[in-house]
């Protein structure tokens, strides 16, 4: 039956994948990719041949017409990102509203995603927390953290190694040089760091040195 599967896969070291997400990647007619380099890695780790084509931010407009088309005609097709859950922060969510729409069925298999071991990760509570993903850049940033500063409840962010320093020092600015907070880099890799103190002692930590790698930042909610 003609179906979209969204399969996760792993968030940086190969062996985090499932039985189920391997069996039905080498099942799927197409496989669409945030990246089909970044894919074709994992593709020819596990020996799988498929056709793979790119989904991404800049064409997902584009494509998304021919994806259902495809999909009505009988296809079965499986949406990876680059790395972790499709959807999450990333292309996704436009193919899984219109199947809905369209009334294809679309099944979502469990699996990794970066936020949830940094959040276990941190030592802040876990039991109720909101993610917030990347901030804006410029335009509704500051909005956006002026209406977190009463939240309770512990806040995840995604950032950019390049911009963890100044997004830092934000954070101290708005909800206080030692509200507690961590950073979890290179998760699952060789190099992966767990950073925990206040927001001021993470500015000098990571002021000090280059920072490389996809960027988990967890602060904890006011009272906290």
Known sequence: MSKLYLIPTPIGNLEDITLRALRL????DLILAEDTRQTAILLRHYEISKPVQSYHAHNEHYT???IITQIKAGATIGLVTDAGTPG????GFLVVRECVREGIAVECLPGATA??????????PADRFIFEGF????????????????E???MIFYESPFRLVKTLEQFATVFGADRPASVSRELTKLFEENARGTLAELVAHFSAKTVKGEIVLIVGGKYS
């Open 25 to 28: 990647l080498r099942e799927v």
């Open 135 to 150: 901030l804006p850049q410029k335009k509704g940033r500051k909005t956006r953290l002026d209406a977190l500063q009463e």
């Open 88 to 91: 999450i922060s990333d292309p």
């Open 64 to 66: 998304l017409g021919k």
């Open 115 to 124: 936020f949830v071991p940094a959040l276990i990760n941190s030592g802040l």
């Open 152 to 154: 309770t409840r512990t």
